[in-house]
């Protein structure tokens, strides 16, 4: 498996707190991205960076926003958890734009209640 | 809207029996092609890929996938599943190169349930 590591793994919180997820690797990948998964929608992008300091939106960025102050960091902050973001996150990285795939980590679960 | 669409929420099926999972894309020009498992409870692993050449693409335990570009699918196939082929999986593609190609859009995933 690629060097990827979630934290934390499980997190349960209160609706109208901040909520920070990291995601760290060890491959030295250029590109991350953070991912939610929910039941009939699949995975979605709320996120995506390109190198450090340089991140975009994704499909579904509102509530989200993310930061990559190193290469191996990316960090995802829920500014004020809503009971609609509870679901599946995961992150994942990918060596460059073109001919590579992504690994995935193995995911935060997030609760708000 | 740029998309990609798995048209099977889910597929049951009896152990040694052929699969096939469709997904289609509406992207135009080169693009790269996946398909992805998730077993239940863990995450997302590749199964196979396509960049370019021969649009029939092999991949792990026993998966293979045909790219046609005219209609714009990427079918994924196996000829005899088995109980462990239970998961969900993803198709996902890369744009072409220019805006929007870092990103790797998902469809939203067909649930195989194989019986044993």
């Known amino acids: 498996d690629a060097g990827i590591t979630q934290s934390p793994r499980h997190k349960v919180t209160e609706t109208g707190t901040p909520v920070t997820l990291r995601c760290h690797q060890t491959e030295n990948h250029r590109y991350m991205y953070w991912y939610r998964q929910d039941p009939g929608h699949g995975l979605r992008l709320i996120h995506y960076s390109y190198g450090v300091k340089d991140t975009d939106k994704g499909e579904v960025s509102d509530g989200y926003s993310v930061s990559r102050s190193k290469t191996e960091d990316f960090l995802l902050t829920l500014e004020s958890a809503t009971s609609s973001q509870t679901s599946v996150y995961f992150c994942a990285i990918s060596l460059g734009q073109g001919l590579s795939e992504a690994f995935f980590g193995q995911g935060t679960r997030l609760t708000v209640v | 809207a740029q998309s990609v669409s798995q048209h099977n929420h889910h597929v049951i099926l009896s152990e040694a029996a052929s699969l096939e999972l469709g997904c289609n894309y509406s992207y135009g020009g080169t693009v790269n092609l996946f398909w992805y498992v998730q077993y239940p409870g863990q995450h997302l692993q590749l199964l196979l890929k396509?960049?370019?050449?021969?649009?029939l693409v092999k991949g792990i335990k026993g998966f293979e996938a045909e790219f046609i570009k005219s209609k714009f699918s990427f079918n994924l196939r196996k000829p005899s599943v088995q109980w462990s082929d239970t998961a969900e999986y993803f198709c996902a593609v890369k744009p072409p190169e220019g805006a929007g190609s870092y990103q790797l859009t998902f469809g939203k995933g067909t649930k195989l349930s194989v019986i044993p």
């Open positions: 396509y960049f370019s050449g021969d649009p």
